[in-house]
């Protein structure tokens, strides 16, 4: 197991056989192993910076019903939200003092947030705040849409892939969604010149390793700027309210891979990891992640942008959040870096 992993911390890349065994082995020395190569090669690139990204929840409401998520269309009991502009404005105005630079806007799929209302609002954010970079996490949209909000000015954007793997993506989905929709939207980010952002739910109901393997390969293919995974967590009010969620020790091995095979990803300790361990993120900025993204929605609707249960960090102000990360990152050695931090 130890040749495996020197080999995929040497070369990059190692065999789908040698990926399952590596995922599978339950070895706590080939765990350590595996955080120390991650860490030297995060180390190497990014140095100890963990790069700070502000994120807005700008609305609740979705049009889709993807079956893990707690503001799925179907769940009557999501109380729904939307911010207005000047909400955003005044999200990315406490932002900035506290020393953002890069501002996430990120929602359910809301036909309310139509191409000309998003590019006059991100061109007002670029216009105020030259020096922010603006990311986008707003679901899919047709080529068209991603193009106008492009040249508006948004530089990034997040679209989370879910699974690579057709049957599955079938299973956590309504039949109107599909997987090629999905991926077609992130190759068509990548042409138009977006930095890019894809990712998976490790733990999913029926996830087996091969689809852990095929959401690495996919990865490879589209060879996206960020890669977002977490720990999937159960929503009451979801078809999968009673299933478990994915654990933190398969989370930060499926971390320290991919760090080992995307040296340069950006790659954040989510919410997520926070959720399922009270020191999930920085258990998570040890297996290579840098990147981590506190709330900076308005503490009132916090709550409602509930994707699963007990997530973390709904009812303190901003200004906490972002000193309580500060506070451990730094606890462990690494250091926030304060600028737009881009993928290099
Ligand atoms: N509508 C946007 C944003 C979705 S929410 C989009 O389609 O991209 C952001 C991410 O939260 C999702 O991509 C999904 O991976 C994650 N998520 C949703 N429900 C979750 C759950 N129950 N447990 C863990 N992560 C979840």
């Known amino acids: 197991m130890k040749e495996i992993l020197e080999k995929l911390y040497s070369t990059g890349d190692i065999s789908d056989y040698e990926l399952k065994l590596l995922i599978e082995n339950t070895d706590g020395n080939i765990s350590a192993l595996l955080t120390y190569y991650a860490d030297t090669v995060r180390k190497k690139y990014y140095g100890k910076k963990v790069f700070l990204r502000g994120l807005i929840e700008i609305s609740n409401y979705c049009k889709n019903d993807c079956l893990y998520c707690g503001i799925r269309r179907s769940n009557k009991n999501a109380v729904r939200y939307r911010l207005t502009r000047e909400d955003i404005l005044s999200c990315c105005e406490e932002g900035y003092s506290l020393g953002f630079r890069t501002f996430v806007m990120q929602g359910g799929e809301d036909s309310f947030f139509t191409d000309d209302f998003l590019c006059g609002l991100i061109s007002d954010i670029k216009i105020k705040y030259p020096d922010c970079a603006v990311t986008l996490s707003l679901g899919e949209r047709p080529y068209k849409s991603y193009k106008v909000l492009k040249q508006a000015g948004a530089d990034r954007y997040l679209l989370r892939h879910e699974t690579a793997d057709s049957g599955l993506y079938g299973r956590l989905h309504p039949s109107e969604m599909s997987l090629e929709n999905r991926k077609?939207?992130?190759?068509?980010?990548?042409?138009?010149?977006?930095?890019?952002?894809?990712?998976?739910?490790?733990g999913v109901p029926f996830q087996t390793t091969e689809n852990l393997i095929q959401d690495i390969r996919f990865l490879q293919d589209l060879k996206?700027?960020?890669?977002?995974?977490?720990?999937?967590?159960?929503?009451?009010?979801?078809?999968?309210?009673?299933?478990?969620?994915?654990?933190?020790?398969?989370?930060?091995?499926?971390?320290?891979i991919l760090r080992l095979m995307f040296p340069k990803a950006l790659i954040p300790a989510t919410t997520a990891l926070g959720t399922i361990s009270p020191t999930g993120r920085e258990e998570g900025l040890k297996n290579g992640c840098n990147v981590v993204m506190p709330n900076l929605s308005p503490v009132a609707v916090r709550k409602k942008y509930e994707l699963y249960d007990n997530k973390i960090c709904t009812g303190e102000e901003s200004a906490e959040c972002v000193s309580d990360l500060t506070r451990r990152i730094e606890s462990i050695g690494y250091e926030v870096f304060s600028g737009r931090g881009d993928a290099i």
Do not use: W
Not at 184 to 202: D, R, T
Not at 235 to 246: C, I, L, M, V, W
């Open 184 to 202: 077609q939207c992130l190759y068509n980010l990548h042409e138009i010149g977006y930095q890019v952002g894809a990712g998976f739910m490790v």
């Open 224 to 256: 996206p700027q960020m890669i977002g995974i977490g720990a999937f967590i159960p929503h009451h009010d979801t078809p999968f309210a009673r299933e478990k969620s994915g654990t933190l020790q398969l989370t930060l091995k499926m971390l320290g």
